[in-house]
């Protein structure tokens, strides 16, 4: 039985929409001297001195008390918010904690491409497809969502319509990618329209890794992907140019977490809020070498921080 239908779903993804101050967190973004290998293993060089966030209710909670809550009884700060719930057959006292879902993230940019590897603790690992393939937030996932130009633009109109914010989404799913052909699902704006594809020559030069973790990072279903997501691809649309250093974008970080719900499972959303870009958080694109060469990832990702409020 599906416990949500699609449109709440869409309701929960949008939640965005709800008053809140503009997110004023921004990071510097390093570059990558070498690109890494896109096998799932984060290796003991490969990505030194990248950015490293978490997101977790554990985060949301350090963000609450640092930038403020819109509603602490539900966990939404002012950065970020937990929409993780209990599904049945889930351990009632891991459901919404970190051991339901946690994460952390490491990015990093070169002149071809922008890359991240996701290393994620989970109790349970729902990938199945559901009868719509571009559903993405029914199978356990992670989306990046971008506002390309940092345009900080808040979304309008009526529906799921953006004004003009360069928005695209990259979604990968937690599976090997040519596993199934919904793996990797790109949204964009065509005509300031959301509009979804998983067609491989849309979709062309969006690559990742998978690795089936087990217990690596603390849970029963843990999992790693590898990603890297080419310029020239998010140029088809709507990136004006290749960034360089000085370059701004924002972003955040979205993970669905369906814990074998038919349909919509839950999700948490981190560093931002999806769909009102001046609730996003921004990479400010630096020459700093990230990789091989670089120096330690520092163990405190706010070390990375260069503004806040």
């Known amino acids: 039985m599906k416990k949500f239908a699609v ?19 921004v990071f510097d973004l390093p570059k990558m001297t070498q690109p890494p290998v896109l096998d799932g ?7 030194n001195n990248a950015l490293e966030l978490e997101c977790s209710l554990s985060q949301i909670l350090r963000d609450g008390a640092q930038y403020g809550w819109r509603d602490v009884a539900t966990q939404q700060s002012e950065i970020s918010v937990n929409q993780l719930v209990a599904s049945e057959g889930e351990d009632a006292a891991e459901a919404r904690t970190d051991a339901d879902y946690s994460s952390h993230i490491y990015q990093a940019w070169d ?7 996701i290393e994620v603790r989970d109790n349970i690992r729902d990938v199945d497809d559901s009868g ?7 199978r356990d996932s992670m989306t990046l969502y971008v506002d390309l130009v940092n345009s900080r633009e808040e979304w309008g109109g009526s529906g799921y319509v953006y004004e003009r914010a360069r928005m695209n989404l990259i979604n990968t799913i937690a599976a090997p990618q040519q596993s199934s052909s919904v793996t990797v699902t790109w949204e964009r704006l065509i005509q300031d329209a959301r509009t979804p594809t998983q067609d491989a020559d849309e979709i062309a ?5 998978f690795r089936d973790a087990g217990d690596a990072f603390g849970g029963q279903a843990d999992y790693a992907m590898e990603v890297k997501v080419p310029w020239q691809t998010l140029m088809k649309y709507n990136l004006p140019a290749i960034p360089g250093a000085g370059s701004e974008m924002g972003f955040i970080w979205l993970a669905p977490d369906p814990d074998n719900n038919d349909a919509y499972g839950g999700q948490i959303q981190c560093w931002g809020w999806g769909d009102n870009p001046a609730d996003y958080s921004t990479w ?24 806040t409020f």
């Open 284 to 307: 400010v694109f630096s020459d700093t070498p990230a990789g091989p060469g670089g120096t330690a990832v520092e163990s405190d990702s706010w070390g990375a921080i260069k503004a």
């Open 41 to 47: 293993q984060r290796g003991s060089a490969e990505w």
């Open 205 to 209: 030069g969006i690559e990742y890794g």
């Open 7 to 25: 449109l709440t779903a869409l309701a929960l993804l949008a939640l965005a929409a709800a008053v809140g101050a503009e997110n004023p967190v």
């Open 111 to 117: 002149d071809e491409a922008l890359y991240y590897i």
């Open 132 to 138: 719509t393939p571009t559903n993405w937030w029914e």
